[in-house]
């Protein structure tokens, strides 16, 4: 009979040992991570469109028509749209995307950078504020 009872207190013991490791699988051990704080990003700089003085550029051939562009909604009721334009380089014309940028505290309105033909030639005239 010490035998059997060897034998069952030995089942027993195992199967409560079994029981018990198989309540650990079920507990986190690990709790879920605690929110933290984020510093926000510093507000933006403030730029505004300045063109630095270059020298001419006439050319024999038209421009190509403007390009469609899609124009994202407006950022602020402070920002203009400035239009993409065509500029010729090395004998080629490259397409500038057009983008938001703020108004100038002391300017109205944005005149956009355009080609005017002056019978020699197409000039370019650069975007500038007015």
Do not use: F, K
């Not at 700089?45 to 630095?52: D, I, K, S």
């Not at 407006?74 to 490259?94: E, F, K, N, T």
């Amino acid at each position: 009979m010490t035998t059997r009872l060897m034998i069952l207190s030995g089942v027993l013991s195992a199967g409560g040992a079994l029981l018990l490791m198989s309540g650990c699988g079920d507990r986190d051990d690990n709790p879920p991570p605690q929110p933290t704080y984020v510093e926000p990003a510093p507000a933006p700089t403030v730029t505004y469109e300045q063109q630095e003085p270059q020298a001419e550029v006439i050319v024999t051939e038209a421009p190509p028509p403007p390009r469609y562009e899609y124009i994202p909604p407006q950022p602020s009721p402070y920002h203009v749209w400035i239009g993409g334009h065509w500029y010729h380089r090395d004998g080629a014309w490259y397409w500038a995307n057009g983008h938001w940028a703020q108004r100038p505290p002391d300017r109205t309105h944005w005149v956009p950078a355009h080609w005017m033909n002056n019978g020699y030639g197409w000039r370019y005239v650069p975007g500038h504020w007015r």
